[in-house]
């Protein structure tokens, strides 16, 4: 049986008072109870604000070292120039027939005088590399037979790439005058598709479609009414033109 005795209550000389005694104090953060007069076993200095700053301006100086001993690239001699341009053009054509206006945009990108420009064109020129004339006759067919264009939006395509006015419209003079038939061909791949609209509503659609590939108005309405006509009217399985 375990006895608790409350040393205030024992008196000298009562049996118990002599073992009695108080439990030690133990410290908590460590070291011996040397502590409170200064002591300590760890070492608790601050590290040394000049280490840091004398690593950073270390690195510093290594760094502008480094950046001054980077050699900047010479400038390109006007030959050399020239010819890094006449390279990048003929890349582009590779991938794209260009006019004489877009070459002469794409060397403007390039450091070069407008002398090594010209110069470049011409031998472009000889080269056969570049030929309005040949690219106003491959604008005209991808417009008419490809995209089912007419004549006034074939004309815009060829003033917006850059194909000079006498050499577009000697092309377009060697379309056939056919824009009529043309439209009615684009009306009625149209028209079956509009068939649930009324009549005044399809009408007005189609019309408008047609006006965007460069049909004028009166040719663009004839041909919309005439393919909505068709596919309103049961198929006798002959059509009449």
Aim: hydrophobic residues 35%; proline residues 4%; without cysteine.
């Amino acid at each position: 049986m375990v006895r608790f005795v409350d040393r205030e209550s024992l008196t000298e000389g009562e049996p118990g008072a002599e073992g009695v005694g108080l439990a030690p104090v133990i410290p908590l953060f460590g070291g011996s109870g040397g502590a409170g007069q200064g002591g300590s076993d760890g070492d608790d200095r601050l590290p040394d604000a000049g280490a840091g700053r004398g690593v950073r301006e270390g690195r510093g100086a290594r760094e502008s070292r480094a950046s001054r001993s980077r050699v900047e690239p010479e400038p390109l001699s006007p030959e050399a120039a020239e010819e890094a341009a006449e390279q990048a053009l003929l890349k582009r054509l590779r991938t794209r027939s260009l006019s004489v206006r877009e070459s002469h945009d794409v060397l403007r990108g390039h450091e070069v005088s407008a002398e090594a420009s010209e110069r470049i064109i011409a031998r472009m020129l000889d080269y056969g590399y570049l030929d309005d004339a040949a690219l106003a006759e491959q604008l005209v067919h991808t417009g008419a037979d490809r995209k089912g264009q007419g004549r006034r939006a074939i004309g815009q395509t060829l003033a917006k790439r850059g194909v000079p006015r006498e050499v577009a419209d000697a092309a377009l003079e060697q379309m056939p005058d056919d824009d009529a038939e043309r439209a009615l061909e684009f009306a009625r791949t149209k028209a079956r598709s509009m068939a649930s609209l009324d009549h005044d509503a399809a009408l007005r659609r189609l019309s408008g479609q047609l006006a965007r590939r460069g049909y004028g108005g009166s040719v663009a309405l004839d041909a919309a009414r005439r393919a909505l006509d068709e596919v309103s009217k049961p198929s006798s399985g002959v059509r009449f033109r």
